[in-house]
Each structure stands twice: as C-alpha cells, then as structure tokens.
C-alpha cells in the first residue's frame, strides 16, 4: 500500500480560502453583489429620546418625499412585531414607546440610497419624556432587571469571610465595546414566488434570521430561505442584531414586491445595534495570610440596555468565569442584568466571561495590595490545583494546562531577566513606568445551553471526485470554511482543492445554531465529518466489492483508495459508484456529548472542555500624558492539535488586540439625556495597526491535543484569546502602581484611557476609600 | 450626494476663474472634501479640479535659506525630502504625524492647511452647527467636549483646527502665498485662520475664487533645525487627531535661548501661537524651571469650554516636554512613530 497522505488536510496552516480574493476585492460581500432590477434602499427612522410616549408620528413629508416607494410603522407589520432572540416582545419597531435612543420607530424603502436617507430627516415626532434609566448604578437602585437575578453559590461564603484571617470589599468596573465589524449590518431581502422570500443576511444565525422574518411576515419558516457567504466581521454583533436589518428589509421587501437592501451606516450601526455588556462588580472577599482566597462574595451587575436579548446567557457565562483559573472553595456569585434606556447589549466575543474574568482580578490585586505581597503570588497561590479542581458551578476542570503554560512562559517570555530591567528602568526614568505581569485563562467551550450544541453539513460527491461541502457555520473571516474544508479533505484524503466551500444557507441545513461561542469548527467540523463518514463508508462497501474483500479493511490515502495491493483513484471510485447506484451524497448530524447545565441551580457541566492560555504582558505607561503603550506580549496558547496553527495564531492575534481596545482605548460617551456621543470613529478609537505589541510573539501549546475526542483532537479558539487582552489592564495597573502606589492604582478602571490613567495616578477622583464605602451598601 | 458640476482646471487663472462662482470648491487630493460631499455636510455646485495645475508640485530650497512649498505638493513627498526634513524637521515630524500613509499619499499641503474642524457635531448632519448652518446652534456645547477648544473658543462655536502640519508652520512664520481674483497677496498663516467669534462659518481669510498656489518657509525657520520639535498627544498610537500637539522651537547659544517658538495645536480654531511663552525664554537656561514658566504663560488665556479643563494642564505638561525634547534633540533623525511622547526606543537612550 502507497503511504502517501494529502499535503492540504488538518493540522496544516492552510491560507484563509478567500484570502487571495480579499485582497484582490474579488471575494463579494453583500455590497459588492451585482443589485438585481427595481432594487430598492432601505433607510431607518431613529428616535432622538431614551425613553418617552410617541405623541404624534408624521410620516406624510418622509412618504411625500422624492423616490420614497414605501414607509412602514410598527402598524404595518404582517405578522407579530417581535424580534426576540429568546424572549418574546421585544419589538422591531418602538409603537408608541420608546425605550432607546437609536430606537427604530419606522422604516422606509426608496428608489436609491441617497434619497431614502434624506427621506428620514423629514419625519415630525412628537414626544413626552419619560423618566430615563441610563446606568447600571440607576437600574440597581430601581431594581429594573431584564432577566431575574442569578445566583451561583457553593460552599458557605458568608461564613468563610466572616472567620477568615483577612477580609476587604471592593468594587470595578469595564466598559462596553462596539463591535465595528468593517462590514456594516446588511441585509438583501428579495421576494420570491408563492409569498417566499430569499435573504442574503450578514448574519452569524442565518436559522434565527429566517424565524425572526417567517414571524415578522407571518409566514412559515420553510417560506424563507436565509443565505451568507461571508461577513465582513461579527463578532457576536451579527448573532440576534443581524435580525433586525434582515427582519426591516423582508418587511419592506413583501410590502413593495420589489427587492431591497438595507446596509446601515456605521453611525445608525453604532446607534440601533448593541455592543458589549459594561460591566459593574462589587466583592467581599476572605483570605489568609498566603492570599489564598477562602469566601468571595461577589455581585455581578451588567448592563443590559432596553431590552433582554442575549443578556440572560451573557450573564449567565460571566458568572461561570469569575473562577478563571482560581480555585474558590466558599463562593456566591449574583449576577444582575440591569434594563436601562440605552441600546440593548448582546453578544460579543467571550459573551460575559470577559466581564467576569476582569472582576475577579479586581479581588486578587486588592489582596495583594492589604497583605504587600506581588499580585503575581497571590494569582499563583490561588490556582486550581490537584483536589482543588472543581469549578463554583460544579463542573471538573479536567486537563488542567496552567502549569505547563506558565512554566513555558517563564522561558518563552525572558521574565526573570526582564523583570529586573524593568525595575531599574523605572528607578532611573522620571515618568515613564512599565510593567510586566503573567496572565493565564481558562475558557468553557460550548454553548451554556445544552440544546444549542448542535450542528448539521451535507456533502456531495461528484463522479469527478471533486466535493461540494455545505455546512450550518457561517463564515466571518474567522477562518472556520477552510478548517472544515480540510477535515473533509482528510476524511476522503484527497486535496483540498477538490473541496469546494458554499454559503451558508437555511434551505441546505435547517435548525442550526449561531456560529458563535468559539465552537464553529468544533460542531460544524463534527458534522461534517459525520457526513464524510457515511459517504466513505458507501464508496468502501462498493470498492470492497470490487476488489473481493472486507470494507472495514479499505484505506483512503493520498487521492487513492486502497484494498491489500489493489486500488483506485477516488474519482474513479466515485464512478463507479454512480454506475452502480450508490448514493454519494449525505447529511451528517453532531450534538455535543456529556453535556448538561440546571439553570435554576446554576450547576452542572456545561462545557465540553476547557481552552487555556497564558501571556506575558510589559506595559508602559507616561505619568504625565496618561498615554500608554503595550510594549510586549509573549502568547502560549492551547489549541489542542491545531486544525490550521497559521489561522489559529491569526485569531489570537486578532483577539489580542481587540481586547487591548477593550481594556484601553475604546470608549463608550452616553451623555445626560442617554444619547451616544461616540457613535463613529471620529469619537470611538479602536486599535490600528501601530497599537499592535511592537514585540508579540505567539506560540502555540506543543504537543497538547484535547484530551476529549473533539474533532482531530483540535480546540475552540474564537473568544479564549481575547480574554488574555484583560493582562493590558493589570500591566497598566500595575505601572499606576509603580509610580503612584496601589490605592492609587486600585481607582483604575477600564479602559485605561489616558484620562483615566492620569485621575488614577490623582488617586481617582472618587479614591479607593469611596469605592469601597459605596461597596459596603451592596447589593449581594 | 448632490449632483455638481466637474471642471479640470488647465491653469491658475482659469481655476482662480472658475472658482468665483457661487458654489465652487477646489479640489486637490479631495481626502477631506469628498468625504465632506458623502456625507452631504458640504454640497459644492462645482468641483474645480486643480490637480494640474502646472508648476504647483514643487518644491523650492530659496537661495535665502527658505523654502517654497507649491500648493499641490503631496504630505509624504515633503515629509520625505532629504533637505526639506533636515532643515524643517519639526514640519516633517507634524506631517508624518497625521493621517495613515495612504492618505499623506494623496494629501496635498495646501488642502492639510485647509482642513476642516473634525468637530464630531460638524460631522453629524442630525446635530447643530453654527460652522454648517449659521444660526442654527452649537451642540457640542454640553457635549462630548473632550476635543473641543480651550483657547480663543465663542459661545457659537468650540470646534479645533486638526491640522498637525499647520501648528509649526505657525511657530515658524509660515507665509500662504493666495492668488485671486484681485491679483496675488502674501498672508501670514497666523492670520490665514479666523477665530469663530460671531461668524464660525467663516474659517479662513480667503475671498471667493482666492486659491493658495504656494506655503512659504522664511530662511529663520531653518536656523531652529537643531532644536526643534512637534510633539502630539492622541487617544492611540496613530491615525487620530491631537488632543493636544505642540511646536517648539529653540536657537540655544552657549547655556542661553536666544530665540523661542511655540504654537500648540488642538486646543483652538488656529494653531495657537503662544508669544508671551516665546518671549519669556529669551536669554533664559534652557532648564525645566523655565518651560515650566513658559508653559503656564502659553495656557493663561485657557478656559474649558465643556469638560475639557484636562487639556489646559495637559498642554502645560506638553510644553514642557516638548521645549525638553526640543534642547537636547537634535532631530536630524525622525523617530519612527513621529511625534510620538511615548516612545520607548527614544525614552529608553535617555
């Protein structure tokens, strides 16, 4: 038997498979598709209030105005004016209520883009205000909730606070972040006969585009077909909000008969679609002399904006990540996702575990700073360990890579060399301050809710050998359509080439599930294995026959298929095949096993596994300007056996440094009336190129494959990365401390803009003392 | 966006021609213009494209030691002349200081000095603004003010100038030569800009149909060559407009300054030039004592006009540094994030 395998199957770092037409503008984008005739643009009607009664809505100068074909109120809606992810009523359009500024309240379609955007100006509303809950620290007060509060809890953390040698209170928080995917939202909905409808959405859930519109029209889902080749970015911002643009533009496209495409703006995007949770956390904790936390009593407070969303499983994933990498013997965690008038947050990468991870590193620096020791000890002395390994919500950690990573770390990043220059640097220089922290990350993959951890893929053989692969997945430049393309190329051992990727739509795999909580290629790439599997099977049963022998004992290798000597080319196999009337073409279908959560208790294990990482970040910081800059970063991360290491270490990256604005620069300006101030990137900053660590080396996890049979032993690898950005804050923090002390870096909260670096360095404007006065009138 | 007319001007007093009638704009590199005309902020009737204008890309190293920069030469072309950087390095360091590479490709000079305010209020159709419709109001009072002018601001408008470019050809006596209708006049930058008062709508001295064909630098402005510097605080590394900018200038002759210059950027409609300052360093050390004092003389007139106050001692703190920087660099070198504060290989060979 020939031993030869593919060059272009898993565990290669294959390029991105548009990345030549990314750079070539060749690879189309919603925008870019050839517009069909009688196209027409939509456009919507925003409100100016936060919260207030729509007295009087003047439609008749917008309908009046040139080119406008139709204008649509919450009235015109066929069907039910919902566009709820998981809870009902959360409306498309404000009818008579507005919740938001930025709120839809009407939606128009015009002959062109120019004048459908002008149309918009004329409208005439007339208001009476309502009173505005604009922050979390109002919506606490008020105890407006979009979901009721969670609380997780083990163990007695009361009482271990309470006889534990040390104990402190605390409070931080982070900020929201827009996604700004450079793709806008957009969304072509095209009629189509008998009452259907075709939409190409920006969409990372085509499945819950299609039921949100089948609603909206009052239609059956089977009535509409959802499609997406790529987005140009998500980020969890396409995952429910997708529904909107797509939901307005099939409204307004079964209302004209005529195609329509509503592409926002990036102001209206910033505006009318949500942005990551900010963040409110406020703590007791009990310790020892060593650091070791014993109690933590935490509250988690996020908020949610005007309506529930996906704010419940956000907040939900924040609670399972205040543990981290820490090892909580006495805990309670509530969580609270707060209704306030502003836009409602939804998915953002790491869906609320971030938020999470960023409180309880709020708590270890401030034990560090009561008992003098580094923060760095108090992280080490505080890991899970060995009989200390089970998660606040009861689940095991299982493999347990921290140690490894750090270790390697050490080497990898040069710490103890650079340690000791970055004290004599800061000895010697008048204002600038560095510093260096090590930061590692636990991460649960899967879905918290059970049921979503399901994926579907059909594939096509063709009697030339080349394969169509169609899978539930959406690709947003991600890289999860050439990860699953090289798992089919595997499974058939034949070039990827022969390949052929195709969008993602509802009428070719139904019921799915966003492409979201890291697990694109974990279920999608199952899927379609599973498919892979069936057709393989079929193609040996008819080459065994062929050659006179068992099918269990036919190989695919290297474009051939071999049994004992003999063998055949896979076309020729797939040939052979048809003649003899044998199907090539086939479904696959995969759930995540041994998974299972109890909401009500908040326990159980809801994770597959874990995804871990750890860094190395020396940050500088220039006490009279406030300006920072991240100097360095030293990445070793677990990706199990990589299916595609070159797309793997991109996504870290890219992660990286989208945390990095999280954690530094972006920032989020609602002014007294609830109105977004930075709704562009005139006044939002999002990291550029000369932002990235001039010095960033990433490395992956050698020899680690997932110790669950995942696909190819490979690991999630989406949102764990962007949480190692939260070490871009202890750095900063950490020089504040250098120049200023620690109360004074302990006021800091993110982003760690220069301002706020400068009133950290004042030490805040409130002062630590403050924070943990207002603390104390809690709300565990 | 409108429709308008199209007119590719064959020579200077064609465009000066054209460009009188009501509604007509030049168009050079067209960055912030089009832009402007996407978003139905500006709506010429007429674009008349000065692109090719013969003799305007050139520039010229006077036999006095000056230098004369034609209109339509581009921000990285000027940044990146050999003779141009060493005897202006400051202008050098401000030029590569702003925008990305793509858009100094495209920039021209003339169109950097005529920039618009990025006020986000004059960018926002939905909000009121004085300098797009008089009358209408200012909303970027009580706004988001952190950007907004300290200095020379009025009730009708806090908007600042963005331009980096144009704050040391302010230190360094920058002259705008204007041709127009009324023949050619020579106008110091420092009095090219308006400040908003009564009329934000008015930005510049310019009358209908006058062009700038060409930005002198007088032969004093190379005598700071060793001592000179743009400093440039901003929200990241790159790409963003100055909080607050600064250029500094020094002639030092044994322990003494014989000669200041100081203009700060992003704190008014102008860049601001701080004479007070200038004049209080005559004869002085070159010592931190004294920039200090300079730097408290530069911001006197400062007030906020939101809730910017920050910027005043920010811009204190900027002067200081950048009269630091400026005594002991010999800028022959650019860095390679210029003007950048926060630059560790630079910090680090202290």
Not at chain 1, 171 to 197: C, K, R, W
Not at chain 1, 248 to 272: F, H, N, Q, T, W
Not at chain 1, 292 to 302: H, N, P, V, Y
Not at chain 2, 46 to 56: K, Q, S
Request: hydrophobic fraction near 45%; proline fraction near 5%; charged fraction near 20%.
């Amino acid at each position: 038997m020939n031993a030869r395998v593919i060059a272009s199957g898993v565990h290669q770092s294959a390029i991105h498979d548009s990345a030549a037409r990314h750079v070539q503008g060749s690879a189309l984008y919603i925008d870019d598709m050839k517009e069909p005739e009688g196209l027409l643009h939509g456009w919507v009607i925003l409100s100016d209030r936060a919260h207030a009664r729509i007295l009087m809505l003047d439609l008749s100068s917008v309908e009046a105005a040139e080119g406008v074909v139709c204008v649509m109120t919450a009235r015109d809606i066929p069907g039910l004016n919902d566009a709820g992810p998981i809870m009902k009523g959360e409306v498309l359009l404000a009818d008579q209520i507005v919740e938001h500024e930025g709120q839809a309240i009407a939606i128009i379609a015009a002959r062109s883009f120019a004048q459908a955007r002008d149309a918009a100006k004329l409208v005439r509303v007339t208001y009476e205000d309502l009173p505005a809950y604009l922050t979390i620290e109002a919506a606490l007060q008020a105890e407006r909730f979009v979901v009721a509060p969670l609380h997780m809890q083990r163990g007695d953390a009361a009482r271990a606070i309470a006889e534990a040698p040390h104990c402190l209170s605390g409070e931080t928080s982070a900020g929201g972040q827009d996604h700004f995917y450079l793709e806008t939202q957009i969304a072509v909905a095209t009629p189509q006969e008998n009452g259907e409808m075709h939409i190409f959405s920006s969409t990372q859930h085509p499945t819950e585009v299609q039921h949100i519109a089948a609603r909206l029209l009052a239609r059956p889902y089977a009535a509409i077909t959802v499609e997406v080749r790529r987005m140009g970015g998500a980020f969890g911002g396409k995952e429910s909000h997708a529904s909107l643009i797509a939901g307005m533009a099939a409204l307004l496209a079964a209302r004209c008969g005529e195609p329509v495409k509503l592409r926002l703006s990036r102001d209206v995007d910033m505006l009318l679609t949500g942005k990551r949770h900010d963040t409110l956390a406020r703590f007791s904790v009990g310790f020892d002399d060593a650091g070791r936390i014993l109690g933590l009593d935490m509250m988690i407070a996020l908020r949610a904006g005007h309506v529930a969303d996906l704010s419940g499983p956000v907040l939900t994933r924040a609670l399972c990540h205040v543990d981290n990498v820490y090892w909580l013997p006495n805990v309670k965690v509530s969580g609270y996702a707060c209704k306030t008038n502003t836009v409602s947050n939804t998915a953002f990468r790491g869906f609320g575990g971030p938020q999470g991870m960023f409180a309880i590193e709020a708590v270890i620096v401030r034990i560090a700073e009561r008992l003098g020791l580094s923060s760095e000890a108090v992280r080490q002395i505080n890991h899970y360990g060995p009989g200390q390994d089970t998660t606040p919500y009861g689940q095991s950690i299982g493999e347990n890579n921290t140690p490894r990573l750090l270790e390697e770390l050490k080497t990898a990043a040069d710490i103890a060399r650079r340690r000791g220059e970055i004290a004599q640097f800061n000895a010697s220089h008048p204002y600038i301050k560095k510093a260096l922290v090590t930061y590692a990350v636990k991460f649960g993959i899967s879905f918290n809710l059970p049921s979503l951890n399901q994926a579907g893929a059909l594939l096509h053989v063709y009697t030339d050998g080349s394969v169509h692969l169609n899978h539930g997945g959406t690709e947003m430049g991600q890289g999860l359509y050439v990860k699953v393309a090289q798992i089919v190329a595997s499974c058939f051992q034949i070039e990827r080439e022969h390949v052929h990727i195709s969008s993602t739509r509802t009428d070719k795999i139904p019921n799915t599930s966003a492409t979201a909580a890291s697990s694109g290629s974990d279920i999608n790439g199952m899927a379609a294995k599973a498919a892979a599997d069936i057709i393989k099977s079929r193609m040996a049963a008819i080459a065994a026959a062929k050659f006179g022998g068992a099918a269990d004992d036919v190989v695919f290798s290297g474009g051939y298929v071999y049994l004992g000597n003999r063998s055949i080319s896979f076309p020729d196999l797939a040939q052979l095949c048809w003649a003899e009337r044998v199907s090539l073409s086939a479904t696959g279908y995969y759930r995540t096993p041994d998974i299972h959560f109890d909401q009500a208790s908040m326990t159980g294990s809801p994770f597959y596994y874990f995804s871990y990482g750890a860094c190395a970040t020396e940050a500088a910081i220039d006490i009279l300007t406030g300006e920072n800059r991240i100097l360095r970063v030293d990445i070793i991360h677990d990706t199990g056996a990589s299916l595609n290491p070159a797309v793997d270490i991109g996504q870290i990256e890219g992660g990286f440094v989208q945390g990095q604005g999280w954690m530094t620069m972006e920032e989020l300006v609602w002014d007294q009336a609830g109105r977004l101030r930075t709704h562009a990137p005139s006044t939002y900053k999002i990291p550029t190129s000369r932002d990235v660590p001039p010095i960033f080396n990433t490395h992956l996890l050698a020899d680690a494959p997932n110790a669950k049979p995942t696909i190819f032993r490979s690991k999630a690898i989406g949102e764990p990365p962007f949480t190692l950005a939260i070490s871009c804050f202890l750095a900063i923090q950490e020089a504040v401390a250098a120049a200023a002390g620690w109360p004074a870096a302990l006021t800091l909260c993110a982003p760690a803009t220069p301002e706020a670096i400068l009133r950290a360095l004042g030490g805040g404007k409130e002062g630590s003392a403050f924070c943990e006065q207002k603390a104390a009138k809690k709300l565990f | 966006m409108n429709q308008f007319e199209y007119e590719l001007a064959p020579n200077v007093e064609n465009a000066v021609a054209s460009g009188r009638s009501n509604g007509a704009v030049f168009l050079a590199g067209g960055t912030n213009l089009i832009d402007l005309m996407k978003g139905n902020l500006v709506r010429p009737t007429r674009l008349v494209d000065i692109n090719r204008l013969p003799g305007l890309d050139r520039i010229e190293f006077l036999p006095d030691g000056g230098v004369r920069i034609g209109a339509l030469v581009r921000n990285s072309d000027l940044a990146h002349d050999p003779k141009f950087a060493r005897d202006f390095p400051a202008v050098a360091e401000a030029l590569l200081s702003g925008a990305s590479p793509q858009l100094r490709n495209a920039a021209t000079v003339a169109g950097n000095v005529m920039q618009r305010t990025r006020c986000p209020y004059f960018y926002d159709a939905a909000s009121a603004c004085n300098k797009r419709e008089p009358g209408a109001g200012c909303e970027a009072r009580g706004g988001h003010s952190r950007l907004q002018a300290i200095l020379g601001w009025s009730a009708h408008c806090i908007a600042t100038h963005p331009s980096d470019f144009s704050v040391p050809l302010v230190a360094f006596d920058a002259v705008v030569e204007i041709d127009g209708p009324q023949g050619r006049r020579d106008v110091a930058l420092e009095d090219f800009y308006l400040l908003p008062g009564n009329t934000p709508e008015r930005e510049t001295i310019l009358a209908p149909g006058e062009l700038i064909v060409a930005i002198r630098l007088p032969a004093q402005a190379a005598l700071f060559a060793g001592h000179a510097r743009y400093l440039k605080i901003r929200d990241r590394t790159s790409y963003a407009f100055a909080v607050v900018s600064a250029a500094a200038g020094l002639r030092i002759e044994g322990d003494r300054i014989v000669e200041a210059r100081l203009a700060l950027g992003g704190v008014a409609l102008k860049p601001w030039r701080a004479r007070a300052a200038e004049a209080c360093l005559m004869g002085r050390r070159a010592g931190r004592e004294e920039f200090a004092e300079a730097s408290m003389l530069a911001l006197q007139e400062a007030r906020p006009s939101g809730e910017n106050e920050f910027k005043i001692e920010l811009a204190r703190r900027l002067v200081v540094r950048a009269f630091e920087r400026t005594a002991i660099d010999n800028t022959a070198r650019l860095s390679p994030l210029p003007a950048s504060i926060v630059n560790l290989t630079e910090e680090i060979q202290r």
